[in-house]
């Protein structure tokens, strides 16, 4: 393998792993803020033992959230050097906004909320992880807020003496509408995924019969809080889909894999890309203009074919088409599943069959948001900057005996990062909430 590919592999491999933590950590930040408010305004105890155990589970997922966050960041000036040379005022200065800004904020009122429980105020110790929690968002919004600027780049000029993208109109880059909606359909998902994630936990103790009116609470809570974030997620996905077609035509090619430029583009319900001959194999359930009112809400909206682009401009079909067809297949089980949830809401402990199928589903929105981003960074290629800088172009001068081993490291450090998380989260779930008064 070249230096490129290696470096790619090596950024997705950070980037993947990184995204195993950040979802959980915007959403479990809103329902500990959302638990610790009942507790101020009711008095009842029971929520402040809610917010002090999934708290805890909050806090292991921030710290490992951190630690593959800062060394994500390092790879642009080890990996990609020409590509931060290249876009550095744009892209760098909406990374700085975040570091210095919204995740000095999270840092601090996280260690505000952590030790003071007995040195403030209820309302006051409240507003902190409210804070936590606007941060951690926040944090999220300029980070997507560059990578809509990699998907489609606005308010920049190339300076022709440098031959370097200068930021023009800071305005234009976090109000176009692809990073607005790519911003509210990936905090969606990522809200709707805390919610699974505490569905699950507490299916567990229910099944088990441990702590069972905690827990009954708990998934009480988090069920309105995952179904109005489901439903909102698969509604913004509808949205981004409008967006990748009118700005990223390729991409919209390659996840349906479609190959002729038509009007009234047909929707298959399956079919088997074959990316060599330039065709499908298998296809079944033809739906006339199905993808043209998907992509465009026109039933005779041209939907233009990968073989309109030359075969160097075209994104991996295979991987972006079954990549998508698993964000978009859970997500929509994912909302079911919270309907179906809201409907049995009074009667979950006697619902054993819904619980199982709640607690087995707690994988499920992490597959959905790793493939999410696969679709969204797989989908761009072969640019790293859409139809600005490919790829190929913004990889660091090295060798590849510099590259290789450090893939190794971070695969062999990532490997034991991941079972020192799942042992740390697993073992702080399974024992349940500290006893009352404690």
């Known amino acids: 393998?070249?230096?490129?590919?290696?470096?790619?592999?090596?950024?997705?491999?950070?980037?993947?792993?990184?995204?195993?933590?950040?979802?959980?950590?915007?959403?479990?930040?809103?329902?500990?803020?959302?638990?610790?408010?009942?507790?101020?305004?009711?008095?009842?105890?029971?929520?402040?033992?809610?917010?002090?155990?999934?708290?805890?589970?909050?806090?292991?997922?921030?710290?490992?959230?951190?630690?593959?966050?800062?060394?994500?960041?390092?790879?642009?000036?080890?990996?990609?050097?020409?590509?931060?040379?290249?876009?550095?005022?744009?892209?760098?200065?909406?990374?700085?906004?975040?570091?210095?800004v919204s995740f000095f904020l999270e840092s601090t009122f996280i260690a505000v909320w952590v030790f003071g429980w007995r040195r403030l105020?209820?309302?006051?110790?409240?507003?902190?992880?409210?804070?936590?929690?606007?941060?951690?968002?926040?944090?999220?919004?300029?980070?997507?807020?560059?990578?809509?600027?990699?998907?489609?780049?606005?308010?920049?000029?190339?300076?022709?003496?440098?031959?370097?993208?200068?930021?023009?109109?800071?305005?234009?880059?976090?109000?176009?509408?692809?990073?607005?909606?790519?911003?509210?359909?990936?905090?969606?998902?990522?809200y709707t995924l805390a919610g699974f994630f505490v569905m699950g936990?507490?299916?567990?103790?229910?099944?088990?019969?441990?702590?069972?009116?905690?827990?009954?609470?708990?998934?009480?809570?988090?069920?309105?809080?995952?179904?109005?974030?489901?439903?909102?997620?698969?509604?913004?996905?509808?949205?981004?889909?409008?967006?990748?077609?009118?700005?990223?035509?390729?991409?919209?090619?390659?996840?349906?894999?479609?190959?002729?430029t038509t009007t009234h583009a047909p929707f298959f319900l399956f079919f088997i890309p074959d990316e060599e001959n330039e065709r499908n194999r298998f296809e079944f359930g033809r739906i006339p203009s199905g993808l043209s009112l998907l992509a465009f809400h026109k039933p005779d909206a041209e939907v233009v074919g990968l073989k309109d682009f030359p075969r160097e401009d075209r994104p991996p079909v295979l991987l972006t088409w079954l990549a998508f067809r698993v964000m978009v297949g859970i997500g929509f089980l994912l909302a079911f599943l919270t309907i179906a949830g809201t409907v049995l809401r009074n009667r979950l402990e006697q619902s054993r069959w819904y619980?199982?199928?709640?607690?087995?589903?707690?994988?499920?929105?992490?597959?959905?948001?790793?493939?999410?981003?696969?679709?969204?960074e797989v989908g761009r290629q072969p640019w790293i900057v859409y139809r600005l800088m490919r790829t190929s172009e913004a990889v660091s001068p090295i060798a590849v005996s510099q590259v290789f081993p450090s893939l190794l490291a971070f695969i062999l450090v990532y490997s034991f990062l991941g079972l020192v998380a799942f042992a740390l989260i697993f073992q702080a779930a399974r024992k349940g909430p500290a006893p009352a008064g404690a």
């Open 1 to 100: 393998m070249d230096v490129l590919t290696l470096s790619r592999l090596q950024f997705a491999v950070a980037t993947l792993f990184h995204f195993l933590f950040v979802p959980l950590t915007l959403g479990l930040s809103f329902l500990v803020a959302i638990m610790e408010t009942i507790y101020v305004r009711t008095g009842n105890e029971e929520y402040k033992r809610m917010a002090k155990f999934w708290g805890k589970i909050f806090l292991i997922n921030f710290a490992l959230g951190v630690v593959t966050g800062i060394t994500l960041e390092f790879q642009f000036g080890t990996n990609w050097s020409r590509y931060s040379a290249y876009v550095g005022d744009v892209f760098g200065s909406l990374l700085a906004i975040e570091a210095t």
């Open 201 to 260: 936990v507490s299916a567990y103790h229910i099944l088990k019969k441990s702590h069972t009116a905690f827990f009954l609470k708990s998934f009480r809570l988090a069920l309105p809080f995952a179904l109005i974030f489901s439903l909102g997620s698969v509604l913004m996905g509808d949205f981004a889909g409008q967006q990748v077609a009118a700005k990223q035509p390729s991409k919209l090619a390659a996840l349906e894999s479609h190959w002729e």
């Open 121 to 190: 105020s209820p309302k006051l110790h409240c507003l902190s992880i409210w804070l936590v929690a606007g941060a951690s968002s926040l944090s999220a919004v300029w980070i997507l807020i560059a990578n809509a600027w990699m998907q489609y780049p606005v308010g920049y000029t190339i300076n022709e003496a440098t031959g370097r993208a200068e930021l023009t109109d800071f305005l234009a880059v976090v109000t176009q509408p692809f990073a607005v909606i790519q911003i509210l359909h990936t905090l969606s998902a990522a």
């Open 355 to 376: 619980l199982r199928i709640m607690l087995l589903a707690i994988p499920l929105p992490y597959l959905a948001a790793e493939a999410g981003w696969i679709v969204t």
